[in-house]
């Protein structure tokens, strides 16, 4: 029987890391031990003892998406495994673990050499010569076995990870991609007391390739100490949390960490830039999958073709629209430099759309110009928003909608269906939008699509305004006449990465700009700033803070929001609800006003479909619209 090859031909890992994200697997002992392996073992030995169980976690992880598959060696080193009188089998035991991973990769994935710390009884204990016998067989080992990256995490101790990652160098040489995580406590520090601005600083300093924070307590305290290591690592970040310990809510505890709500943090973290990503303790092959979900949704069509290098934006010139030929009057005061006001309502729960068309007739009586209808808001099953602009126009006709196009839902051939449907009913206010991928709502379980991202999806409007489907074909009668129309987030985390997003976005096709919710104004400030070349109308997001509980909500759980503590501080103070809506009222007020200049409409989101918190907000604009009628 010929042996696998201990090889890949995938590109060097490093190369993609610089253009994506990339999945890892989740945690090989949680696994071993759900199997029914007790701990007093070492599940490092199975790789010789029972290997086709290590080989079928590895197969578990790799079909649930993982593009790394760690092998089965963390606590593979000389110290660990003589405490089961297996210090003689390293050798034999590493080989073992790479040559499962391998075979199980079929050569679809990258294969990472996994070591852990030397145990927390002698970490900070050992070192020099002492620690270089510990490891620098296992690290020989993985080497020779050509694994395509190594990964050393779990690590609390800064110099003793710093020192296992100099002898990795010296063994694996330049070529060898390394990376390297610390462990956190929930304190937010190493159990021996480094602050996150000494792990960035150390971990810059360390010859690996790749640095950041693995296991801990969890993905939400991980996620808030790399804010804090992040100015001072220039390196492609690496975040691989465990799921973390259960918390106490209302006297009970509660374990959080599902596949959705990991999936969320997650995202949070390759927002803040984690480039490598995955699971750890107690990490299943459902977390992984879920964790896919999320990089399809920020990185759709990733794995298809890489994605395009980000470039400096500030010695662009002009960004101008395309512009098509529409019936649409939102376009007409647009393209006019009018001031334009639309308000958001959520499509129903359910059959009933009443309630939402009487909060539409209300916005129209007021002088709005146009509603917003979400596609599938908080993931519920709701009325489809192209079903409730048709029912929008036939029964509050002289308002028109601007529907939200969701990438998630759709095929690239689903998307030119509706959107050619869409043209044919009259409704041609379009907001292109990549979506969020399904998570705590009734359907977490739901598959996404996103063939094409946002941009993707204006590009293939912009086409069928041409008179061609994707496919080049010329479509059979006129032309779509569809008003395009693309989100923003003034408070991206990338902000260049965001801009040149948004320039794409416009060159595909987008007529104008609708901005995600704004409550610092210096930021939205510099913003306008760096967009000034990009020629298209703004509308500005607003939305009026509830309570101070939505406010921290939105800051703590919602990615690119941010509420500053100066406006959380005035809500916490609101003796009862309605004093609070009524805080967050003059909240949105007093931003609307200071960006107004800059301005040529708004773009109003209210809580619960409260249309008179939105009236109420545009007390702000008088200036620039005519509100007929003001409900406080």
């Known amino acids: 029987m010929t042996e696998p090859s201990l090889t890949t031909a995938l590109p060097p890992i490093l190369n993609i890391l610089s253009e994506r994200a990339v999945l890892t697997d989740g ?49 593979a080193n000389a110290l660990k495994l003589a405490r089961h009188g297996l210090g003689d089998k390293v050798k034999e035991i590493n080989l073992a673990g790479v040559r499962l991973a391998r075979e199980a990769a079929g050569g679809e994935c990258w294969i990472a050499g996994l070591i852990g710390p030397p145990g927390q009884d002698v970490e900070g204990t050992i070192a020099g010569e002492e620690l270089r016998s510990v490891y620098a067989q296992q690290l020989a080992t993985l080497v020779s076995a050509g694994i395509d990256l190594l990964v050393l995490e779990g690590f609390g101790h800064l110099p003793t990870l710093a020192a296992v990652v100099e002898l990795a160098r010296e063994i694996g040489g330049s070529s060898l991609p390394i990376a390297a995580g610390v462990d956190v406590e929930p304190t937010r520090a190493t159990r021996f007391g480094d602050a996150p601005e000494a792990i960035g600083k150390a971990l810059q300093a360390m010859p690996a390739d790749v640095v950041g924070l693995t296991d801990g307590p969890g993905a939400a305290v991980l996620n808030e100490v790399l804010d ?14 465990g799921a973390g310990l259960p918390i106490r809510h209302e006297d009970r505890l509660l ?31 459902e977390h992984i999958k879920a ?29 101008r629209m395309k512009v098509f030929e529409t019936a649409s009057k939102l376009a007409a005061k647009l393209r006019a430099g009018e001031f334009v006001v639309s308000i958001e309502i959520d499509p129903p729960v359910g059959t009933d759309a009443t309630k939402s068309l009487e909060a539409a007739a209300i916005c129209r009586d007021a002088g709005i110009d146009a509603i917003n209808i979400a596609d599938g808001p908080r993931a519920t099953a709701r009325m489809g928003p192209m079903d409730m602009a048709m029912l929008l126009r036939d029964q509050v006709p002289g308002i028109e909608p601007i529907v939200h196009f969701c990438c998630r839902d759709r095929n690239i051939l689903g998307m030119q269906a509706d959107l050619i449907g869409a043209n044919a009913l009259g409704v041609q206010n379009i907001l292109m939008i990549t979506g969020d991928p399904p998570k705590l709502g009734d359907y977490p379980f739901a598959t996404a699509v996103y063939d094409v991202d946002a941009i993707g999806a204006l590009r293939i409007g912009a086409n069928l305004n041409s008179g061609l489907d994707l496919a080049g074909n010329p479509l059979k009668g006129e032309a779509t006449h569809l008003f395009l129309g693309a989100g923003a987030n003034p ?66 759980e919602v990615p690119g929001m941010h509420v500053p503590e100066i406006i959380r501080e005035r809500l916490r103070r609101c003796e009862d609800k309605e004093s609070a809506r009524l805080c967050g009222i003059d909240v ?6 200071e960006a107004l200049p800059t301005i040529q409409g708004v773009y109003i989101m209210p809580p619960f479909n409260r249309v008179d918190s939105a009236l109420s907000v545009l007390e702000a604009a008088r200036s620039r619209f005519n509100l007929k009628v003001v409900t406080k």
């Open 27 to 75: 945690g090989m002992a949680t696994m071993v031990y759900q199997k029914g392996v007790y701990i007093n073992q070492s599940f490092e030995n199975l790789n010789l003892e029972r290997p086709h169980l290590v080989k079928n976690i590895h197969l578990e992880f790799a079909r649930a998406g993982a593009e790394v598959l760690s092998t089965n060696t963390f606590s």
């Open 228 to 241: 804090g290591l992040r100015p001072f690592v220039h390196k492609p970040l690496f975040l691989r949390p």
């Open 255 to 285: 374990n959080m960490a599902t596949p959705e709500y990991f999936m969320e943090l997650l995202r949070k973290g390759m927002m803040k830039g984690a480039r490598l990503i995955g699971g750890s303790t107690g990490c299943h092959p």
């Open 291 to 319: 964790i896919k979900s999320s990089i399809k949704m920020l990185q759709p069509g990733a794995e298809k073709a890489a994605a395009p290098k980000i470039e400096a934006v500030a010695e662009r010139g002009p960004v």
């Open 491 to 556: 408070g991206a985390i990338d902000l260049d990465l965001e801009i040149r997003r948004l320039e794409m976005k416009v060159a595909a096709g987008a007529n104008y700009i609708l901005t995600q919710p704004v409550y610092e104004i210096d930021l939205y400030h510099r913003f306008r700033e760096r967009i000034a070349h990009i020629e298209v109308p703004v509308l500005l997001g607003i939305l009026p803070l509830a309570s101070y509980r939505n406010a921290e909500f939105l800051t703590k």
């Open 588 to 593: 949105a007020r007093e931003a609307l006003a």
